[in-house]
T-cell receptor, first 114, second 110 residues
């Protein structure tokens, strides 16, 4: 597609449920990044993919968070047993391979855990 | 570890006044710095990169290694500049990812 597509745009879930967030990057972008945006916290790095592998997953806050990427394209971020503190906007970005080229961001998924 | 500090959460200026959004970084190597902007109801987007030494929408930013700063400046603020601005640092030792500051909300008043 022309841009980075994220779905759903909004998700309200009950505490304890699992959620899956999807990111479809720009075609040909080998690098894919997940960030979390919380009020007053800026953008918190979660995980980075180069192709299908994740050289850096240091930002995942706990083992309830996992992500995968298949076919060098679509990525899914899964949060198990959601907690209220997981409420945030989850942003996906892709780039040609290095941040120097600049990231292209998706519009995000706003997750609310009630 | 790399860190980006944006000391102001909110900066309010009048239209036509100069703007300076502050950004300081902490990184022992050779940094590469960026400014990203998010206008209301729009996606976060790249504004400028220090390696390009470019001026975008009248904004410029100079890397000052001595002061470890990369402040964003514009001589005359416009109403359409109102947005959230994030400073970001790429550290090669950090795995080719960007470290973002907490952002500064710029409000340009008439």
């Amino acid at each position: 597609g022309a841009g980075v597509s994220q779905s759903p745009s909004n998700k309200v879930t009950e505490k304890g449920k699992d959620v899956e967030l999807r990111c479809d990057p720009i075609s040909g972008h080998t690098a894919l990044y997940w960030y979390r945006q919380s009020l007053g916290q800026g953008l918190e790095f979660l995980i980075y993919f180069q192709g299908n592998s994740a050289p850096d997953k240091s930002g995942l806050p706990s083992d309830r968070f996992s992500a995968e990427r298949t076919g060098g394209s679509v990525s899914t971020l899964t949060i198990q047993r959601t907690q209220q503190e997981d409420s945030a906007v989850y942003l996906c970005a892709s780039s040609l391979g290095f941040p120097l080229e600049g990231y292209t961001f998706g519009s995000g998924t706003r997750l609310t855990v009630v | 570890a790399q860190r980006v500090t944006q000391p102001e959460k909110l900066l309010s200026v009048f239209k036509g006044a100069p703007v300076e959004l502050k950004c300081n970084y902490s990184y022992s190597g050779s940094p590469e710095l960026f400014w990203y902007v998010q206008y209301s109801r729009q996606r976060l987007q790249l504004l400028l990169r220090h390696i390009s030494r470019e001026s975008i929408k009248g904004f410029t930013a100079d890397l000052n290694k001595g002061e470890t700063s990369f402040h964003l400046k514009k001589p005359f603020a416009q109403e359409e500049d109102s947005a959230m601005y994030y400073c970001a640092l790429n550290s090669m030792g950090g795995g080719n990812k960007l470290t973002f500051g907490t952002g500064t909300q710029l409000k340009v008043e008439l």
